[in-house]
């Protein structure tokens, strides 16, 4: 990882858990779970990045545990219990019209004590009650934690979620929805995300996570709401994800559209970012092709903006076929979540055993890929060194040239950036002198009228 050139790790939850949700379901915020290893493992991990020069970024996991996790057996075991109210406990069975993330009603009724608790995704993910203080110092506590052992910063999950209408009004239907009723999407989730006081919970997190450390946060919303998870200067999220970009048509007025929209919404002295993928939604070389998945890499190393890139994406890695007796996520989210495949050899030189998912492409490995210059991985590497390099893609302002099948834009004074995002080849006036080009070929050129094949893009000196 060091040697890619990139500056931090995020790992996904590796804290101990049931694994009903992958890790996103935890019984203990301060244990390993005994899968990955223990917490001296951990601290390893930690030492052994900062050695090489790599910050260390942690999933933390607010809005709900797993029904596993001792405080919901507390909560559940009576309607006295000091903990009862850590958890969003109603009468009613089930209390309103609310649906699980997931699918299906988000109340599970509780025989027992004779009422209903609120979960935006799994049953066994019992959301927590974020209004109440004790909840709130427990999970800065777990914060503290991890922050004494050394970690750099924290991607906190669902953080639209954490707060719900207090007063449980049904969620509108969406309009014109002719599908399934018990689907996510059949309601707008007004009174379950993004409630205007949730701001002020993204403002104790910041508080407690500190300004040494990073603070992203998974939101995903409309441009406009998605920015007022900045907050006011040192109030809010440092790096709200954006993932508009994995949701766009692959076109180039579209994508210069969402791009001049972001840049005027991010707030004076806020910093953006962009995503391409994660380990939610499908590859991005599944989504474009892999034609179109080196023009995709250059266009996320160029944008103005810290970069989010998925492991396995920089060897243009696809979704991966599971066959129904494989499948692991209650989701369908399997196919992006296959193994980073490290050689060719049958466990990909990531297991000797059984993988808890099909590895896809044996051909498709960082080993063959680091023996070809021209290959996707190096076009990584070579695309992070240049932004580090180059002021102009560090810091240099955004403006867009072109958007007519090839996306073009001026980075500061003197980058410009051309993408062929059609099938075809296409001719753009652009000139200038090439320094970087998606195929790794083309350096040192110096074309009076740019031609570019399909799928492929240029940096150019101009
Ligand atoms: C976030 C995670 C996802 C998880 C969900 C519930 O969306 O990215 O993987 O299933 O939260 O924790």
Redesign the pocket.
């Known amino acids: 990882m060091a040697s890619l050139g990139v500056e931090a790790i995020w790992l996904?939850p590796f804290y101990a858990s049931p694994m009903r949700?992958?890790g996103?379901d935890i019984s203990d915020h301060c244990a390993v779970d005994p899968s990955f290893g223990t917490l001296e493992d951990f601290d390893a991990l930690v030492a052994e990045a900062h050695r090489t020069g790599l910050r260390v970024i942690l999933d933390f996991?607010p809005?709900?545990t797993s029904d596993q996790h001792p405080w919901f057996a507390e909560s559940r075991a009576s309607r006295e219990s000091p903990r009862r109210d850590w958890y969003l406990w109603r009468d009613g069975n089930p209390p309103n019209n609310w649906i699980s993330?997931f699918g299906g009603p988000a109340w599970t009724w509780d025989e027992a004590t004779g009422q209903s608790y609120y979960h935006?995704?799994l049953a066994e993910?019992p959301d927590l009650n974020w209004r109440n203080p004790e909840v709130r110092e427990a999970m800065f506590a777990v914060l503290r934690f991890w922050i004494a052992r050394g970690v750099d910063g924290f991607r906190v999950?669902?953080m639209r979620q954490v707060l719900k209408d207090l007063s449980l009004r049904d969620n509108p239907a969406v309009e014109g929805w002719d599908g399934p009723r018990d689907v996510y999407a059949s309601l707008r989730p007004e009174f379950t995300t993004d409630l205007d006081e949730v701001q002020e919970v993204v403002a104790a997190l910041r508080r407690a996570i500190g300004d040494e450390r990073l603070f992203m946060a998974?939101v995903t919303a409309p441009i406009p709401r998605l920015v007022r998870y900045y907050g006011a200067a040192g109030e809010g999220a440092h790096l709200p994800f954006n993932f508009h970009l994995i949701f766009a048509d692959w076109d180039a007025a579209a994508i210069a559209a969402l791009v001049e929209e972001y840049e005027a919404a991010v707030p004076d002295g806020a910093w953006p970012n962009w995503v391409l993928g994660?380990?939610?939604q499908p590859r991005v070389a599944s989504r474009v092709g892999p034609r179109q998945a080196r023009a995709a890499a250059m266009l996320l190393l160029t944008l103005r903006g810290t970069p989010t890139l998925y492991y396995g994406d920089e060897i243009g890695m696809e979704d991966v076929l599971v066959p129904p007796e494989r499948v692991v996520d209650p989701?369908g989210?399997d196919p992006e979540r296959s193994p980073m495949r490290w050689t060719g050899e049958p466990g990909a030189g990531f297991t000797s055993g059984e993988p808890w998912l099909p590895l896809g492409d044996p051909a498709v490995n960082v080993e063959a890929q680091e023996a070809d210059p021209r290959s996707i991985l190096a076009l990584h590497r070579r695309l992070i060194a240049l932004r580090g390099a180059r002021e102009d893609l560090l810091t240099g302002s955004y403006e867009t040239l072109q958007a007519d099948g090839v996306l073009a834009y001026r980075r500061g004074t003197s980058t410009v950036v051309a993408l062929n995002l059609t099938g075809a080849p296409r001719s753009a006036a652009l000139s200038g002198e090439i320094v970087l080009d998606t195929g790794l070929a083309r350096a040192g050129e110096r074309p009076d009228r740019l031609q570019l094949a399909a799928g492929e893009g240029v940096i150019l000196d101009a």
């Open positions: 996904t949700d992958f996103y996991v809005n709900h993330v935006a995704y993910q999950d669902a998974e994660n380990h939610d989701d989210r």
